[in-house]
């Protein structure tokens, strides 16, 4: 185990890698650092094989090599989404991305014996809203009331019901705004009013806003439970880095319990949770990204480097 590698799928530029991929080089962990991007450039290059004793082969980047039965642990950042050669008809291309997702892609879910943070399968079931609300009211969390929908006279009664009401995308999304500049979808507040039949063009997620007075952001590495509350007077905090002041506080018994069960739910070691904080002092569930930023965080930046790195040195060992 000492000589096993630990892979890191991610980008290039992802400079959230950094600091973890530094402290399992002090250890004298090797790092094979990976982006799935690669393989179509053929800067990345795989062979793997099968038969009745499992998969064996080989992956190779532009400085390293690693076999595919002797990694110790996986960690799934920020890898760059598949990437056809320049010049190929959009056809081969879809073919060709496709191909990769599946062949490179899953010659790496399959990695024998290897601890994923998280797996690439968990990442994505775990990413669905919907799944998250449901499993979080079953897991004990306060969750507030929500409802997705394409049916316009839903959504007003909705909003007439539970108001204030706002709106959320369902995923990160970025549009091209007034301008012609690409912007950022942010939490906005919604009343029935303002709902038409556009409504009916896709799925919408409308949620009964919370009556808070901070946000709290809960890192998750394992067992190791990291909170900061998020103090900036903003609908949607990420609306302005620069307002936010952020401070260590305690996560309360009850809710890292939920939050261990919710992890163990999903089969996840890695999860950013966001809650919204009441004056009361209820913490009320919004969502958790399993594969979320938390090195913008100082404050906590350095705990939870030092537990991935931990969680990823010790393997399945």
Known sequence: MADAPVLVVTSVDDATADPVTQRLFERGVPVVRLDPADFLGAAARMSARFGSRGMSGRVCTASREVELRGVRAAWWRRPTPYRARAGWQEQIARFAVNEAGIGFGGVLAALPDCLWVNHPWRNHAAEHKPAQLDTAAACGFTVPETLITNEVD?????????????????????????????????????????????????????????NKVADVRVTVVGRWVFAVRIDGGLLDWRADYDALTYTRIP????????????????????????FALTAAGEWVFLECNPNGQWAWIAEQEDAVADALADLLEKGRA
Do not use: N
């Open 154 to 210: 839903e959504a007003r009664a909705f909003a007439d019901a539970f108001g204030p009401v706002v709106y959320k995308p369902l995923r990160h999304a970025v549009l091209p705004a007034a301008d012609g500049r690409d912007g950022m979808i942010w939490v906005g507040p919604v009343v029935s009013a303002s709902l038409d039949e556009s409504v009916a063009g896709t799925a919408h997620m409308f949620q009964a806003e919370v």
């Open 251 to 274: 996560c309360p018994p009850e809710v890292e319990r939920a939050i261990h069960r919710y992890m163990a739910s999903f089969g996840l070691l890695f999860g950013a949770f966001d």
